[in-house]
């Protein structure tokens, strides 16, 4: 299979989430980046979302907060291609109860290959590249056998191939 290219717009989709201990940084953040912001659509998790929108005056698409669902509702719109990159102001210090909700989500971003920004300097690249007001072709990766469990060659570790190697199922 071959991956494809997908066209990312000049009005980005964005997904904006931070954890307790990161909210002021992400409000302070976004403050400073107000008019760039404006200019793209912006999703957040719950209570980062509706003090966004009271700090910014932006309209922002509020989800369930973090551990309700939120932060898989974002993983669930970068799936199918609704969220073009990932603003995640998280607290590494800090145990989170649904901490494998963060690691979903991260891994997510990974998997289908858009930005990710997790501290301040992160996303002052981000926002800051001449890509953020251009559009993008960014190769999303073709996860068809995966998907539809068609089956492959087992993975060998040493020596050559086998022409009796086994097959094995993906899902």
Same mark, same amino acid.
């Given at each position: 299979?071959?991956?494809?290219?997908?066209?990312?717009?000049?009005?980005? /989709?964005?997904? $904006?989430?931070?954890? @307790?201990?990161?909210? /002021? @940084?992400? $409000?302070?953040?976004?403050?400073?980046?107000?008019?760039?912001?404006? /200019?793209?659509?912006?999703?957040?998790?719950?209570?980062?979302? !509706?003090?966004?929108?009271?700090?910014?005056?932006?309209?922002?698409?509020? $989800?369930?907060?973090?551990? $309700?669902?939120?932060?898989?509702?974002?993983?669930?719109?970068?799936?199918?291609?609704?969220?073009?990159?990932?603003?995640?102001?998280?607290?590494?210090?800090?145990?989170?109860?649904?901490?494998?909700?963060?690691?979903?989500?991260?891994?997510?971003?990974?998997?289908?290959?858009?930005?990710?920004?997790?501290? !301040?300097?992160?996303? @002052?690249?981000?926002?800051?590249?001449?890509?953020?007001?251009?559009?993008?072709? /960014?190769?999303?990766?073709?996860? !068809?056998?995966?998907?539809?469990?068609? !089956?492959?060659?087992?993975?060998?570790?040493?020596?050559?191939?086998?022409?009796?190697?086994?097959?094995? @199922?993906?899902?």
């Amino acid at each position: 299979m071959e991956d494809k290219l997908c066209v990312i717009k000049p009005r980005k /989709r964005i997904a $904006l989430v931070a954890h @307790d201990n990161k909210k /002021r @940084d992400l $409000l302070e953040w976004a403050a400073f980046n107000r008019d760039l912001l404006a /200019r793209h659509e912006l999703y957040a998790t719950g209570t980062t979302g !509706r003090q966004l929108a009271e700090e910014l005056d932006l309209e922002i698409t509020r $989800l369930h907060t973090g551990p $309700l669902g939120g932060d898989q509702q974002i993983g669930s719109k970068i799936a199918t291609g609704e969220i073009d990159f990932l603003i995640f102001f998280w607290d590494p210090l800090e145990p989170m109860p649904h901490d494998p909700d963060v690691k979903a989500l991260l891994r997510i971003a990974v998997v289908w290959d858009i930005p990710v920004a997790c501290n !301040r300097a992160s996303a @002052d690249f981000i926002i800051s590249s001449p890509l953020m007001s251009a559009e993008y072709q /960014r190769l999303l990766p073709d996860y !068809r056998e995966q998907i539809e469990g068609e !089956r492959v060659a087992a993975p060998r570790l040493l020596g050559p191939p086998a022409a009796d190697q086994p097959e094995i @199922d993906l899902l």
